[in-house]
């Protein structure tokens, strides 16, 4: 009689990652956005629309392969290594890449979040035509943005927004976007800091957020009506650049600069075995950087939220 299989030591793997997921996501994200998510998911309400959104993922998702998108295993490798270098900065989850079809270009975001709760769905939707015309700061921008609101847990609310607006939906899209507007507002602060997180480069970020990148296709403004809320343009900027005084960008900027003066050093013409760089040499934080709940204070009283 063959013995059971211990999967004691892959169970405490995963819990584990899931903690250091979970750590990593309250060192960048909103505050306000990840209390109310977590709200929404165990609430009377928001748990039936939860449970909704997963009973109809399994047919979604099978239309969209049929209709809007192809496997991943079309994404470039240098894309698919940048999307790698964002997960690791984020901690974010391993998601399920998925390329929109050629004619469906302009009908979507050039990165979008889709997904379920329920065994883990987590798909990003990418507009590799679009993304191979932007520069690697801009992508890293968007893949960030991308993966924190899976990361962060978003991905449920823009499928059920997808839902609405197509006839796998039973509510009125103007029913989702009232009921979910609170949580959609302000999700895009989160995704907005990740995204500079990645990036590293503030005029970068600010820019991609009041001009999104919109890629020509067959589709047009209103086809991405779907979308969920967002907060203003004014309002996300605002956010973003008290979130770059904080000291958790002000660290990974840190960290970042040394590393790439370590490649330097190493790689430079008067390198060898007497001019090793240091990597222990510390990284300067500066003293007057603003604390995470600093930050979201000042957000939570400018948004007038309890």
């Known amino acids: 009689m063959s013995e059971r299989p211990d999967l004691s030591h892959f169970v405490q793997h995963r819990q584990l990652d899931s903690y250091e997921q979970g750590m990593a996501r309250r060192s960048y994200a909103y505050g306000v956005d990840l209390r109310r998510s977590r709200w929404l998911a165990s609430s009377t309400v928001g748990n039936a629309l939860v449970r909704a959104v997963d009973r109809a993922w399994p047919r979604l998702s099978a239309h969209l392969m049929e209709e809007a998108l192809l496997e991943g295993d079309r994404v470039p490798v240098p894309l698919l290594r940048e999307i790698s270098e964002a997960m690791e900065i984020l901690r974010a989850p391993l998601p399920t890449l998925r390329v929109l079809r050629p004619e ?24 590799i035509e679009a993304l191979l015309a932007l520069s690697k700061t801009q992508r890293a921008f968007l893949f960030a943005t991308g993966l924190a609101h899976l990361h962060c847990e978003h991905a449920v609310f823009f499928s059920a927004h997808l839902l609405a607006s197509r006839r796998e939906g039973r509510l009125g899209m103007q029913g989702v976007r009232t009921l979910l507007k609170p949580w959609t507002k302000v999700m895009s602060f989160s995704a907005d800091r990740a995204g500079l997180l990645c990036c590293d480069r503030l005029e970068t970020a600010a820019e991609l957020i ?5 890629p020509v296709g067959a589709g047009s403004s209103d086809s991405r009506d ?24 002000a660290k990974v900027h840190a960290v970042r600069a040394r590393q790439a003066e ?4 190493a790689s430079g013409p008067d390198s060898g075995p007497g001019s090793e760089p240091d990597p222990e040499a510390s990284i300067h934080v500066p003293a007057d950087a603003w604390s995470l709940a600093r930050v979201d204070t000042r957000l939570t009283r400018r948004l007038g939220l309890l």
């Open 104 to 127: 469906q270009r302009g009908r979507w975001p050039v990165v979008t979040a889709l997904g379920a709760t329920q065994g883990g769905s987590l798909w990003l939707v990418l507009d």
């Open 210 to 214: 009041a001009n999104p990148p919109v």
């Open 226 to 249: 779907w979308l969920p809320v967002r907060a203003s343009t004014e309002l996300r900027l605002r956010a973003l650049r008290e979130f770059a005084r904080s000291s958790v960008y």
């Open 262 to 265: 370590l490649l330097r050093q």
